[in-house]
C-alpha cells in the first residue's frame, strides 16, 4: 500500500500531471497524443484510468490512430482494471472488420496489436489471396489483374488496421501518399520505402524492418517481390478515392 496521503503534494502533483497528459490525448497533433498515452502508461492506477476514459469515448466513433495506440498500451498493462475493461467492452480491438467477400480479419488485427509486423505482413498477403480467389490462394501470390476485383470495404479494413495500431507509419494508403508525393516515380518509391537501394532489392526477410522504427510506408510489404505492376493496381484502386 502507498504511503503517499490523497492530499499530500506527490500526490497532488501526480494527480495535476495525469490531468495534464489526459488533455494532451485530446490534442490535434498525434504526436503529442501518443506522447501522453505513452507516458500515462507508465503512471500506475492513475494513468491507466485516464488511458480507459479517453479509449470508452475514443470508440464510440471511427477508430483512430491514438485509440489504438491507447488500446495496445493497455493491452500489456499488468492493471486488473485495464484488463477487465478491454475483456468487456472490446476483447478483440477497436476496428471494425468489415468485409464484403466475407474475408476474417481477425488475425490480421491481433497481429498487429502485439506489433507483430512480420507475421502480420504475411496474414496480409493471404488475405489479398482470400480475396483474389482460389488459385491465388494455391499460388500463394496475386496477379496484378486480380487487384482489381478487390472490394474497397476490404482493402479499406485492412488499410486501417496497419495504420491504426502502426502510429500512422504503415499501410497501402500511405504508400500511395508517398508515390503520389513523388510524381509516381517508382525508383523513388523503392527508395524511399527502403526496397531498394541503388540497384539492390532489399532482401527479403532478414533486410527488412519489422517494427516501428521502419521508414514510413514500409510495410505492408504485400506483394513488392512481384514488381510495379501489382503495386501500381493496389495503389491506384478506387478503394483509395472518394
Not at 13 to 25: G, V
Not at 92 to 101: A, F, R
Not at 133 to 141: F, V
Not at 202 to 211: A, K, N, S
Request: net charge negative; proline share 5%.
Amino acid at each position: 500500500m502507498s504511503n503517499v496521503s490523497a492530499d499530500s503534494p506527490t500526490a497532488i502533483s501526480l494527480d495535476s500531471k495525469t490531468s495534464e497528459l489526459a488533455e494532451q490525448l485530446l490534442s490535434k497533433t498525434l504526436k503529442r497524443q501518443l506522447s501522453a498515452a505513452t507516458e500515462l502508461a507508465s503512471m500506475g492506477e492513475p494513468g491507466v484510468t485516464a488511458l480507459i476514459n479517453f479509449l470508452k469515448q475514443a470508440t464510440k466513433g471511427e477508430p483512430t490512430v491514438a485509440a489504438g495506440k491507447t488500446y495496445q498500451l493497455l493491452s500489456t498493462s499488468d492493471s486488473v482494471a485495464a484488463q477487465t475493461f478491454l475483456a468487456e467492452a472490446c476483447p478483440n480491438g477497436i476496428v471494425p472488420l468489415s468485409s464484403n467477400s466475407s474475408v476474417d480479419y481477425q488475425p490480421l488485427q491481433r497481429l498487429l496489436i502485439a506489433q507483430e509486423f512480420e507475421e502480420a505482413d504475411r496474414v496480409t498477403l493471404q488475405k489479398l489471396c482470400e480475396l483474389a480467389g482460389p488459385a491465388a490462394i494455391q499460388r500463394k501470390w496475386v496477379y496484378f489483374t486480380e487487384v482489381d476485383s478487390f472490394p474497397n470495404q476490404d482493402l479499406l479494413t485492412i488499410d486501417q488496421l496497419w495504420r491504426v495500431y502502426s502510429e500512422d507509419r504503415f499501410g497501402f494508403s500511405k504508400q500511395r501518399e508517398l508515390w503520389l508525393g513523388l510524381n509516381q516515380n517508382w525508383d523513388r518509391l523503392w527508395e524511399k520505402l527502403e526496397w531498394k537501394s541503388g540497384n539492390i532489392w532489399t532482401r527479403y526477410p532478414g533486410e527488412f524492418v519489422w517494427d516501428l522504427s521502419a521508414p514510413v510506408g514500409h510495410l505492408p510489404l504485400s506483394n513488392q517481390l512481384r514488381g510495379v505492376r501489382m503495386m501500381e493496381f493496389l495503389l491506384s484502386h478506387p478503394a483509395w478515392t472518394p
